[in-house]
């Protein structure tokens, strides 16, 4: 008997990833969702730039690599172009909360019936550890060296609570894949991120807290340590808006 | 045929676009587009699949527009000037991912945010790339209402035809002014796009757009190719109006409104008996280098009127490599020259080489 089998729409090639880093473990979740829900020869994924640039290479699916930061707007086109379709974005937190925070909010508030997959490990990996818009207060990078100062650098942002205050999006939630638990629970939620779009629900973001050992200078295992007592605290788990069920519990 | 209707400029460029099949919209308001856009958001809606979409920012409107693209579907933008440098990244991606799509440029006068009244001063940005990267848009440039709604259509054939973006250079003038336009039936040619992200159906391997090539033997190949192609854009798409130039020995280039004020300026030389001529490109890349270098074998002197500071003259100077003198006749900052103006420098012309 098959228990634990590669997901058909993840392709069958190795990946870049540096070892430790939870991108494949996220990739799965989201292939195997693609599965469950049977949508792969109708989705279309926007991959980002950032570590997971390459992610075209990595669905079955068809793909598009967008600019730094555009996905959120590559999405509202194809999506637009044809709203039959499944389009989903797979964004890091430099992409997705710096570079491109105008296109994430906007595609929100617009409630564009797309799915975006938001890894948030709070610092630029592909191109070598700088600071991030979620690396913690006093968190050091090759750009915060002495740690990052909030009276210069500000403080990090908070995406998931910062999405929920608008109106528009139907379902924002941040979880992480540090542990099997949390694994299983963010597989339920991205599964439901892509389900909200099948049934046309709208915008659907979830925010997956990440490790990022080759940056933060961290074995794997004392990343995802890291990630438990540092990021966690900072970036709490849960759904933080869901629309239908607030209907439903009126 | 259709009966001709009194349009704007800039509505008779969306009016053609819906004609050629164009159902999708996104822009940004800028002044003077913002009837284009204006436009579209009446229509879309109309339209059964049409969209009208504001978008966020220019950058997010072009983005938009790449994702339509990848679906093979014709879409476009439009804006002005400094909308059009926000939109250079994303025309550079839809470039480098060999997409077709149609950027409008009402040009107004610049650098920076320059003035609301029209320019052609965006002739470098708009024929020798813009963004970063080797590539060309086919830019095609009107000087009527007619051909703001001709071209639009014929940009999108074109794209698609070649995989590569179009760009329809245009004017505040010609934006604003009101003509009798004989609309294009609705009835585009499309072709079929098999590289097009349309889901895989489970029945094919998975379409990726992509202008990201590490490798770099990989990335060059692509450039390689992609220049194989423009050289087709460049022998068989070259257009342009040659006017009164049998016998020209002065020979005035000008596009756009500037063509318009400098045909004035031919008729009223050729009554003073200058023997002057026009060519007016139609299609700024590709230029219409061989009509120019033909010209530079029975005229004595040139004259590029332009609405900047003289930038089409380069490519006049290269076209005739430099054989015969080249004078530039100009206005910038949202001014026009006059035929008067015109006149005198190709009396200026005229007579420097005698």
Not at chain 2, 96 to 104: C, R, T, Y
Not at chain 2, 115 to 121: L, M
Not at chain 2, 255 to 284: D, H, W, Y
Request: hydrophobic share 40%.
């Amino acid at each position: 008997m098959v228990v634990f089998e590669r997901p058909h729409s993840l392709a069958k090639v190795p990946l870049h990833y540096c070892p430790g880093c939870t991108h494949g473990i996220i990739h799965r979740l989201v292939a195997q969702a693609i599965d469950d829900l049977g949508i792969e020869g109708n989705a279309i994924g926007v991959a980002p730039v950032g570590c997971a640039v390459m992610a075209y290479n990595y669905f079955t699916c068809d793909m598009i690599e967008a600019a730094h930061g555009r996905a959120p707007a590559v999405a509202t086109g194809l999506k637009r172009a044809d709203p039959s379709k499944i389009i989903f974005t797979y964004q890091g937190d430099g992409d997705l909360a710096s570079i491109g925070m105008a296109e994430t909010v906007h595609a929100a508030t617009r409630n564009e019936n797309i799915t975006v997959i938001f890894v948030n490990n709070a610092i630029y990996g592909m191109t070598g550890g700088q600071m991030a818009p979620t690396s913690l207060p006093g968190q050091v990078t090759q750009t915060s060296p002495y740690g990052r100062d909030v009276s210069m650098a500000g403080y990090p942002i908070k995406v998931s609570e910062m999405l929920s205050a608008l109106d528009g999006p139907e379902f924002i939630a941040r979880v992480a894949v540090n542990n099997v638990k949390n694994v299983k629970n963010a597989q339920k939620i991205i599964k439901k991120a892509f389900e909200n779009q099948v049934n046309g629900k709208g915008f659907s973001l979830v925010e997956v807290v990440s490790s990022c050992p080759t940056n933060w200078g961290k074995t794997p295992s004392d990343a995802l340590k890291w990630v438990e007592e540092e990021m966690i605290p900072y970036y709490p788990l849960g759904v933080y808006k869901d629309k239908s069920a607030e209907k439903e519990g009126e | 045929m259709s009966e001709k209707v009194l349009m704007k400029g800039n509505e008779a460029i969306a009016e053609a676009a819906i004609r050629a099949g164009c159902l999708h919209y996104f822009g940004y308001p800028i002044t003077p587009q913002t009837e284009l856009a204006a436009y579209m958001a009446k229509r879309m809606p109309k339209i059964e699949g049409g969209v009208f979409l504001q978008a966020e920012s220019e950058i997010a409107a072009i983005n938009m527009v790449y994702g339509v693209a990848a679906t093979g579907k014709r879409v476009m933008t439009s804006s002005s000037s400094p909308g059009v440098s926000l939109k250079q990244e994303g025309i550079s991606y839809i470039a480098g991912s060999d997409l077709p799509a149609l950027i409008v440029n009402v040009q107004r006068g610049g650098p920076g945010l320059g003035g609301i009244q029209p320019s052609q001063s965006d002739y470098f940005q708009a024929t020798k790339g813009g963004g970063h990267g080797d590539y060309h848009l086919i830019v095609l440039t009107p000087a009527s209402v007619q051909e703001m709604a001709d071209l639009t259509g014929l940009a999108f054939e074109l794209a698609d035809k070649y995989r590569m973006p179009a760009m329809l250079l245009a004017d505040g003038t010609m934006g604003q002014m009101m003509e009798p336009v004989e609309l294009p039936e609705t009835k585009p040619e499309l072709i079929d796009k098999p590289w097009a992200l349309t889901g895989t159906g489970m029945k094919r391997e998975h379409n990726i757009v992509n202008s990201l090539y590490l490798v770099p033997e990989q990335l060059e190949k692509t450039n390689l190719e992609r220049y194989e192609r423009y050289k087709l854009v460049e022998e068989n798409e070259v257009r342009y109006e040659s006017f009164m130039m049998d016998d020209a020995e002065v020979c005035v280039v000008a596009f756009g409104i500037a063509a318009r004020v400098s045909k004035n300026a031919v008729v009223e030389a050729r009554k003073q008996g200058i023997k002057a001529g026009l060519i007016r490109p139609i299609t700024v890349w590709p230029f219409p280098k061989k009509a120019l270098a033909k010209a530079a074998e029975t005229c004595k002197a040139f004259v590029s009127v332009e609405l900047s500071m003289g930038q089409m003259i380069e490519d006049i100077n290269l076209a005739i490599k430099c054989s015969k003198p080249v004078s530039l006749c100009n206005r910038v900052g949202g001014m026009i020259p006059s035929p008067e103006e015109v006149l005198e420098s190709i009396k200026k012309a005229a007579g420097g080489n005698e």
